[in-house]
């Protein structure tokens, strides 16, 4: 059966596989469908700080901060 989802091949070292392995089994989920669910929180904690650092880079400039009745004029 064809599937639309890209398909990558990992290498990992027996103590990640040990562990990947655990967590399956405790989630009672096949060990693919573990790693993108790991591989998911994973990104989105990594675009959480990407985030903070572009809001910090953001704030530490010298700029002129506008009221909402300045910008919307209400």
Request: proline letters at 1%; zero cysteines.
């Amino acid at each position: 059966m064809a599937t639309t989802k890209r398909r990558i091949n990992i290498s990992l070292s027996d103590e990640l596989n040990k562990i990947l392995s655990s967590v399956s089994k405790r989630d009672g989920a096949p060990i693919a469908t573990t790693a993108v669910s790991l591989l998911e929180s994973a990104l989105a904690a990594e675009e959480d700080v990407l985030w903070a650092e572009l809001a910090d880079e953001r704030l530490s400039k010298k700029t002129k901060w506008l009221t909402h009745k300045e910008v919307w004029g209400k």
